[in-house]
């Protein structure tokens, strides 16, 4: 889903590449670097702290698609896909999270 958030930012206006590209990228990043460092961690606690943090990025992410796409950034079938891959990374992370809570 990064890759996909890099390639579809880079398309958006010279203006916003220091506010939605930017935080768009930010967030996208986080959530792959918030599992990783919650899975470093040497509890279970802590892994399931920085995997809500995943989730809230990912929130991020989803609220600032939708803004793009209000913005006329991206048209509707690259909001979509950006959506569903959301979607995904959403199940996985919530699959995840009730494989720690168990």
Do not use: C, W
């Amino acid at each position: 889903m990064v890759t996909e958030i890099y390639e579809v930012s880079h398309k958006f206006p010279r203006e916003e590449i220091f506010a939605l590209t930017s935080q768009l990228r930010r967030a996208a990043v986080s959530i792959p670097s918030n599992i990783a460092e919650g899975q470093g961690r040497s509890s279970r606690k802590e892994f399931l702290y920085f995997l809500g943090n995943a989730k809230g990025s990912l929130s991020e992410v989803e609220t600032q698609v939708l803004i793009a796409r209000k913005l006329d950034y991206i048209d509707d079938e690259v909001s979509n896909s950006l959506l569903n891959l959301s979607a995904e990374v959403g199940r996985i992370l919530n699959g995840l999270l009730a494989s720690l809570r168990n």
